[in-house]
């Protein structure tokens, strides 16, 4: 397997060459939803991009096994183990179990991403599902010095384990502004110091998620479960970890923590975070309440929105970015993005349609193909290998007009690498046109206007066409027949 593949890690704060530590297979673990509500846009960027990555990966040949879990317990409102349970809050208002709220908003992340085509992790592990791992786990830290227990409730002590390790290694902060920038601590707080934070805790009356374990009955901690669950499917040491960039300060920061406390080594090799989706600058977010939520882009039922958008052309507009450049949402951004999305599906349906000529013009498809290939080498650059794509949907064009001819050889080179490339690695499906039943019914409808033609009735004929053009499909009358194309 060739390595050219050069990735960002956060870890390192550089592009490192990728080396599997087990080639050609990978262990790659996601951070997953937090299934208490829907998932915004913002969300499914970050997935649609992992979604990427790992078509990739899997197109290079490599064997991944991709975890991305379901964070279903453990997740209190405040990052800092303060404030009400998520689910508890949310089954309160919506009058259901909290494992029903669980249910539902899994149910609901599964369908968004099927729409945006990306292919399903190979395990989905939950967090209410490895209660006795993360005890196990907490249960470690705790032997090897690194926590300590208050009433029922576990703290990991970060003041201990910077003693003997970099706390602030993913994000390269400095140890002081961090203290100056938590609160201080006072009386009532059980933690002894600022920074530590929970892993086990106890549950009050009135909390509905509870499990036994050996110092209350309670809960995990939001941070254990990346840690037990990607140690227990993937090792204790694996290539990529990933997720969202507002997750590395505290999230990621303390799932490495856990796992060197408790396994002395660190979990990931190669730590991976995407930018955020953005609304006028500010991130999306539930909170922000600036979230779009997918179905409300696709029907265009939401005030900030002209009109409504398909999946795909929402998954281009995100590819168009590349995932660690921040993306901003605006009308006119989505309207530039659905017409390039149209454009390039325009020539794959060509594609097929296309006849091999003696060669004219120059058309180099092995280095169309380098340039393709070194653009998702280079850390998955998939707005530079759309441009390139585009160089392809210029030469589809010329050909199928006439103004270029291609030989046997590079027309099925050509077609192999678009196809590879727009289906298999961007992930996306034509979903104008995608279906068989579409091209039939262009048949039929192409073969009545032949005939109210051939019966001089070209007031029909016309209407046809003019018909199809006001909906963006151009009829084309040649030897062959006629044609049609999206324009
Ligand atoms: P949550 O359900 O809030 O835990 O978030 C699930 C994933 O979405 C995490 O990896 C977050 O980092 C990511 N995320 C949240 N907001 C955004 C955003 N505006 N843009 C991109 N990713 C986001
Ligand atoms: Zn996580």
Same mark, same amino acid.
């Given at each position: 397997?060739?390595?050219?593949?050069?990735?960002?890690?956060?870890?390192?704060?550089?592009?490192?060459?990728?080396?599997?530590?087990?080639?050609?297979?990978?262990?790659?673990?996601?951070?997953?939803?937090?299934?208490?509500?829907?998932?915004?846009?913002?969300?499914?960027?970050?997935?649609?991009?992992?979604?990427?990555?790992?078509?990739?990966?899997?197109?290079?040949?490599?064997?991944?096994?991709?975890?991305?879990?379901?964070?279903?317990?453990?997740?209190?409102?405040?990052?800092?183990?303060?404030?009400?349970?998520?689910?508890?809050?949310?089954?309160?208002?919506?009058?259901? %179990?909290?494992?029903?709220?669980?249910?539902?908003?899994?149910?609901?992340?599964?369908?968004?991403?099927?729409?945006?085509?990306?292919?399903?992790?190979?395990?989905?592990?939950?967090?209410?599902?490895?209660?006795?791992?993360?005890?196990?786990?907490?249960?470690?830290?705790?032997?090897?010095?690194?926590?300590?227990?208050?009433?029922?409730?576990?703290?990991?002590?970060?003041?201990?384990?910077?003693?003997?390790?970099?706390?602030?290694?993913?994000?390269?902060?400095?140890?002081?502004?961090?203290?100056?920038?938590?609160?201080?601590?006072?009386?009532?707080?059980?933690?002894?110091?600022?920074?530590?934070?929970?892993?086990?805790?106890?549950?009050?009356?009135?909390?509905?998620?509870?499990?036994?374990?050996?110092?209350?009955?309670?809960?995990?901690?939001?941070?254990?479960?990346?840690?037990?669950?990607?140690?227990?499917?993937?090792?204790?040491?694996?290539?990529?970890?990933?997720?969202?960039?507002? $997750?590395?300060?505290?999230?990621?920061?303390? %799932?490495?923590?856990?796992?060197?406390?408790?396994?002395?080594?660190?979990?990931?090799?190669?730590?991976?975070?995407?930018?955020?989706?953005?609304?006028?600058?500010?991130?999306?977010?539930?909170?922000?309440?600036?979230?779009?939520?997918?179905?409300?882009?696709?029907?265009?039922?939401?005030?900030? $929105?002209?009109?409504?958008?398909?999946?795909?052309?929402?998954?281009?507009?995100? $590819?168009?970015?590349?995932?660690?450049?921040?993306?901003?949402?605006?009308?006119?951004?989505? %309207?530039?993005?659905?017409?390039?999305?149209?454009?390039?599906?325009?020539?794959?349906?060509?594609?097929?349609?296309?006849?091999?000529?003696?060669?004219?013009?120059?058309?180099?498809?092995?280095?169309?193909?380098?340039?393709?290939?070194?653009?998702?080498?280079?850390?998955?650059?998939?707005?530079?290998?759309?441009?390139?794509?585009?160089?392809?949907?210029?030469?589809?064009?010329?050909?199928?007009?006439?103004?270029?001819?291609?030989?046997?050889?590079?027309?099925?080179? $050509?077609?192999?690498?678009?196809?590879?490339?727009?289906?298999?690695?961007?992930?996306?499906?034509?979903?104008?046109?995608?279906?068989?039943?579409?091209?039939?019914?262009?048949?039929?409808?192409?073969?009545?206007?032949?005939?109210?033609?051939?019966?001089?009735?070209?007031?029909?004929?016309?209407?046809?066409?003019?018909?199809?053009?006001?909906?963006?499909?151009?009829?084309?009358?040649?030897?062959?027949?006629?044609?049609?194309?999206?324009?």
């Amino acid at each position: 397997m060739d390595n050219r593949l050069v990735l960002y890690n956060t870890l390192t704060r550089k592009k490192e060459r990728f080396e599997p530590l087990n080639s050609p297979f990978v262990g790659m673990y996601v951070c997953g939803p937090t299934v208490y509500s829907d998932v915004h846009l913002g969300n499914c960027r970050t997935f649609v991009s992992f979604d990427l990555i790992l078509r990739y990966l899997t197109h290079r040949g490599y064997k991944v096994r991709y975890v991305r879990n379901i964070t279903d317990a453990g997740h209190l409102e405040g990052d800092n183990d303060e404030g009400e349970d998520k689910f508890a809050k949310k089954a309160k208002l919506e009058q259901l %179990e909290p494992m029903e709220i669980v249910q539902k908003y899994t149910l609901g992340f599964h369908e968004v991403l099927r729409l945006f085509n990306t292919l399903p992790p190979s395990i989905e592990p939950t967090a209410t599902g490895h209660i006795s791992e993360q005890i196990e786990m907490v249960r470690k830290i705790i032997d090897q010095g690194f926590a300590y227990e208050v009433n029922g409730t576990v703290y990991f002590d970060v003041e201990k384990y910077v003693k003997e390790y970099d706390y602030t290694i993913l994000t390269n902060r400095r140890l002081d502004d961090l203290l100056n920038n938590t609160r201080e601590l006072n009386g009532q707080d059980e933690k002894r110091g600022r920074l530590d934070f929970a892993l086990w805790i106890k549950a009050k009356p009135e909390h509905i998620m509870r499990w036994p374990s050996p110092w209350s009955v309670g809960f995990p901690g939001w941070h254990i479960e990346c840690s037990a669950m990607s140690s227990k499917y993937l090792g204790e040491q694996f290539d990529i970890h990933g997720g969202g960039m507002d $997750l590395a300060a505290t999230h990621h920061t303390n %799932e490495i923590a856990q796992s060197q406390a408790c396994n002395h080594t660190q979990p990931a090799r190669y730590w991976m975070h995407t930018n955020m989706l953005t609304v006028n600058g500010t991130r999306m977010s539930k909170s922000a309440g600036n979230g779009f939520l997918p179905h409300e882009l696709f029907s265009g039922n939401h005030p900030l $929105l002209n009109r409504g958008y398909s999946p795909m052309a929402v998954r281009f507009f995100m $590819l168009q970015a590349h995932y660690r450049s921040t993306l901003d949402f605006s009308n006119e951004a989505l %309207e530039a993005a659905d017409r390039g999305y149209k454009r390039l599906m325009n020539a794959m349906a060509l594609l097929p349609k296309l006849k091999p000529g003696p060669k004219k013009g120059a058309l180099n498809i092995d280095e169309l193909r380098q340039r393709c290939y070194a653009a998702m080498d280079d850390d998955f650059n998939s707005p530079v290998l759309i441009a390139e794509l585009f160089e392809a949907v210029r030469m589809i064009n010329s050909i199928y007009d006439g103004k270029l001819s291609i030989d046997v050889s590079s027309l099925s080179a $050509l077609k192999t690498l678009v196809q590879d490339l727009v289906y298999d690695v961007l992930g996306l499906v034509d979903d104008n046109t995608g279906s068989d039943d579409f091209e039939k019914l262009m048949d039929v409808i192409i073969s009545l206007r032949n005939d109210a033609k051939q019966n001089k009735d070209y007031t029909t004929s016309d209407r046809i066409r003019e018909g199809l053009s006001s909906i963006g499909i151009q009829l084309k009358d040649s030897k062959e027949g006629t044609l049609w194309s999206r324009v």
